[in-house]
């Protein structure tokens, strides 16, 4: 799988990461090989699929709060902590602080979504949720 973004799907709306058009969701980390299995044999394609295991995460979270000037990462750091965004990333980076990976997966249509969701709560996902255009849905 590819590395995590700084820009794309784990992009950063005003300093937030939203991954817009994404299904998102923390699980253990054999439970999400199982997860990319199924979801591949589901259709889903590949390269909408991004599995990032914990340390990838952390790291990558390091490397986005080391860029910028002060102001900026003071700034992105205020915001975050302001918005409902910025409260569903924290739950997430704790999930990874405590091992878990995380998954995202690109869905167009709902009835894309359903399935998604389906599929990552039989591996016992957690925190499933669809990022839209301006909203998100938890889907547990």
């Given at each position: 799988?590819?590395?995590?973004?700084?820009?794309?799907?784990f992009a950063?709306?005003?300093g937030?990461?939203y991954p817009?058009?994404?299904?998102?969701?923390?699980?253990?980390a054999?439970?999400?090989v199982?997860?990319?299995?199924?979801?591949?044999?589901?259709?889903i394609?590949?390269?909408?699929i991004?599995?990032?295991?914990?340390?990838?995460v952390?790291?990558?979270?390091?490397?986005?709060?080391?860029?910028?000037?002060?102001?900026q990462?003071?700034g992105?750091?205020?915001?975050?902590?302001?918005?409902?965004e910025?409260?569903?990333?924290?739950?997430y980076?704790?999930?990874?602080?405590?091992g878990?990976?995380l998954?995202?997966?690109?869905?167009?249509?709902?009835a894309q979504?359903d399935?998604?969701?389906?599929?990552?709560?039989?591996?016992a996902?957690?925190g499933?949720?669809?990022?839209?255009?301006?909203?998100?849905?938890?889907?547990?």
């Amino acid at each position: 799988m590819a590395g995590l973004e700084l820009n794309g799907i784990f992009a950063r709306m005003l300093g937030v990461w939203y991954p817009m058009g994404y299904v998102v969701a923390a699980l253990d980390a054999r439970a999400g090989v199982a997860a990319v299995e199924a979801l591949l044999a589901a259709g889903i394609p590949g390269d909408g699929i991004r599995l990032h295991d914990s340390l990838r995460v952390l790291g990558s979270v390091g490397a986005i709060h080391g860029r910028g000037t002060r102001l900026q990462r003071d700034g992105a750091t205020f915001t975050g902590a302001l918005s409902d965004e910025g409260l569903l990333r924290q739950e997430y980076l704790d999930e990874a602080g405590a091992g878990a990976s995380l998954i995202a997966v690109r869905a167009a249509e709902p009835a894309q979504v359903d399935e998604v969701r389906r599929i990552l709560a039989a591996q016992a996902a957690r925190g499933i949720r669809f990022y839209g255009d301006g909203f998100v849905t938890a889907l547990t």
